[in-house]
């Protein structure tokens, strides 16, 4: 089974209030807009669309008579909003959108009182594999107590959905390539480090340090794939989604006690739909 069905069969019976963010783009709000009119086709649920007037005024032009469990949310601060109603129960779910992610970050920050961020992607590959992925934040995994804690993280959610772990930590190169550089051999030796580690707290679960070597991962049919860091993995994230013909269904915000799912600005239809498949499912 692949992982998206896990989300599709948790969503199926299910009806929450899901809010989503609109931001400055109408070519994306546009796809925000379609995404949510195919996802109410398919589950029963309300979506509330938060966006500034501008946004919504443009958004309605082309929606004259909004499916039954749309509602369209005019706010100043959409951000700060959507994180308001989900506080105060008002809706069970929110998606990122094509909402600013430095402006949605702090409201998340400010609003649930939270030092750290750690998303998990859910990603595909051209060739239809599927896995969780991370670090995407460019900020987020800095330092090695912070990896090891995102991981144990990652593990846990997975273990919460009876998805059994099989882990490629990756980093800056290949074992035989220590003492070309300072930084790589850091990433290669905390790789190594954080399997061992990993392996005494979990003795069942299959984890190993593939190197530079992200193709063995995928051939390996791991399905929790961990970049050397925030910036390789946001990188590598757009590589594969944005050039290299993979899909992305929204990435889960871990170690909250509420549904929260991301998404890029500028993420696809195939994006938007997925994140608001994973929002139900989790609600």
């Known amino acids: 089974m692949v992982l998206l069905q896990i989300f599709e069969i948790l969503a199926k019976n299910k009806k929450k209030k ?33 966006g500034e007037k501008s946004a919504l005024v443009k958004l309605q032009d082309h929606s004259l008579e909004p499916p039954l469990g749309i509602q369209f949310k005019e706010c100043i601060n959409p951000e700060e909003q959507m994180v308001t109603h989900l ?32 998303r998990l992607a859910l ?59 300072q930084k790589v051999d850091e990433t290669i030796k905390n790789a190594d480090k954080i399997v061992i580690e990993i392996k005494k707290k979990y003795p069942d679960l299959k984890i190993s340090h593939d190197e530079i070597l992200i193709e063995k991962a995928i051939e390996k049919f791991s399905n929790l794939i961990i970049a050397p860091d925030g910036i390789s993995g946001n990188l590598i994230y757009r590589t594969l989604v ?25 993420g696809d239809f195939s994006e938007i739909f997925g994140a608001l498949i994973l929002a139900l499912a989790l609600s």
């Not at 949605?104 to 030092?115: D, T």
């Open 123 to 181: 990603l595909e590959t051209i060739n239809g594999h599927q896995f969780f992925y991370g670090p995407v934040g460019i900020d987020e995994c800095n330092s090695f107590e912070k990896k090891k804690d995102y991981l144990n993280q990652a593990i846990k959610l997975m273990q919460t959905l009876d998805i059994k772990p099989i882990i490629s930590v990756l980093s800056g190169g290949r074992i035989s390539d220590l003492g070309r550089d």
């Open 18 to 50: 899901i809010g989503i963010g609109l931001g400055n783009s109408e070519f994306h709000n546009k796809k925000i807009l379609n995404a949510s009119y195919a996802f109410l086709k398919k589950y029963k649920s309300e979506i509330l669309i938060f």
């Open 87 to 118: 506080i105060n129960k008002k809706i069970y779910s929110i998606v990122r959108g094509s909402l600013s992610s430095n402006k949605f970050l702090e409201s998340l920050k400010s609003s649930l009182k939270l030092q750290e961020i750690n």
């Open 242 to 266: 944005h050039l290299g013909g993979g899909k992305a269904y929204g990435a889960i915000y871990m170690g909250i006690n509420k549904t929260i799912i991301d998404t890029s600005r500028v």
